[in-house]
Structures are given as structure tokens and as C-alpha cells.
């Protein structure tokens, strides 16, 4: 039997390359089934758990932290355009037909966060590059306090959301769709097993 710190990190090493050869980059609910899926294979008590992101880069972070006041666009602009500070959020907006206003990552154990997608807020230009990433969290962030983290430079806010309008995604729903990608990524788990 393989622990869980084993799995997640053969998941994390395997999953999102393969999933990215057939989904987009901003396909979290189908990179957290998928993620789901196999965790359950190895017995790993997992659940999908709705998030939303802001991400600031180092510029746009070291600014902030040196007490400048928060950016309207317009200084935004200006911001970007004097040292590279650039924000991202995912999750963030409103609801929109077709598209669900959130992000969704993977809650292992009712401890760690595991966000397999975050990659869709890679911005090369702007220094922000990212790895899947996996967090521990407590009973004030499920209480409605962010978790805030740091990762390759850049700042990362994380905050759940009540909001499970993923549900009805047909990435979600039909597991045939994800079928194939599950078994390639669990031959390639098991494979590093051996």
C-alpha cells in the first residue's frame, strides 16, 4: 500500500502533462476529476472543494507589501507598464452562461489543498510560472479566512467558495470522457512504483 504522500506526488508528477494533451489549460474541473478518480483508485479520501485564486506576481507583491495603496486599473496599467506588476484571478467574476464563476481543486483528507490547474495562470512575461501546488489548510480557511501562500515568487490567495455550479459540467459528468487519460495516468503512477 502506497501512501498518500507517494500518490499525490506521482499525481502531481504525472497528471497535468497528460491531461493537457487533451484539455485546455483552463480545464480545473476536469484535471480535478481526473485527480479524484485517481486517488480513489489508491484509496486516498479525496473530494472536490470550489476556490477562488488572486495571484500577484513578485512586482505587483513587493509593491503592496512596502504599503502602496491598492491599484485602480488605470494605475494597474501604469504598474505594469514601470516594472512588470501583473495580477491574475481565477474563480473571480460572476456567473456566465456556460461558464462557471469559480476554480476547482482537490481537498485530500479534509487537510491539504491540491491544485492541479494552476498552470492556467502561467504569465511568462510577467515572471508567474506554477506547478501544481498543495497546501495544508485549517479550520479558518474553511471558516472563510484565505490562505495565503508564496510560490515562485509570486503571492497566491486562495479562498473557498460556496458555489458548486461545477456539478453540472459535462467534465464533471461523463467520466467516459476521462476514461483513458485516468488509465494512462495511473500505468504511469504505478509504473514509478515498480
Not at 501604469?78 to 456567473?95: A, K
Request: aromatic residues 10%; hydrophobic residues 40%.
Amino acid at each position: 500500500m502506497k501512501t498518500t504522500e507517494e500518490v499525490v506526488r506521482g499525481l502531481v508528477k504525472h497528471a497535468r502533462p497528460e491531461i493537457l494533451k487533451e484539455f485546455r489549460a483552463d480545464s480545473c474541473i476536469a484535471t480535478t476529476a481526473i485527480g479524484l478518480d485517481i486517488l480513489t483508485e489508491f484509496g486516498v479520501l479525496a473530494e472536490p472543494f470550489p476556490v477562488r485564486l488572486l495571484i500577484f506576481n513578485e512586482a505587483f507583491a513587493n509593491r503592496i507589501e512596502k504599503g502602496t495603496p491598492w491599484p485602480s486599473n488605470k494605475e494597474l496599467i501604469q504598474w505594469s507598464e514601470e516594472d512588470g506588476s501583473y495580477s491574475v484571478g481565477i474563480g473571480v467574476g460572476t456567473q456566465q452562461p456556460g461558464k462557471w464563476a469559480g476554480h476547482l481543486v482537490i481537498l485530500i483528507e479534509k487537510r491539504y489543498l491540491l491544485d492541479l490547474s494552476i498552470d492556467q495562470a502561467n504569465r511568462p512575461k510577467y515572471n508567474m510560472n506554477f506547478d501544481p501546488v498543495c497546501v495544508e489548510v485549517d479550520e479558518k480557511f474553511f471558516k472563510g479566512a484565505p490562505r495565503v501562500i508564496q510560490s515562485n515568487g509570486s503571492v497566491i490567495r486562495i479562498e473557498a467558495l460556496r458555489n458548486d455550479g461545477y456539478s453540472t459540467s459535462p467534465d464533471w459528468i461523463f467520466s467516459s470522457r476521462r476514461k483513458k487519460l485516468v488509465e494512462n495516468i495511473l500505468r504511469l503512477i504505478k509504473g514509478d512504483f515498480s
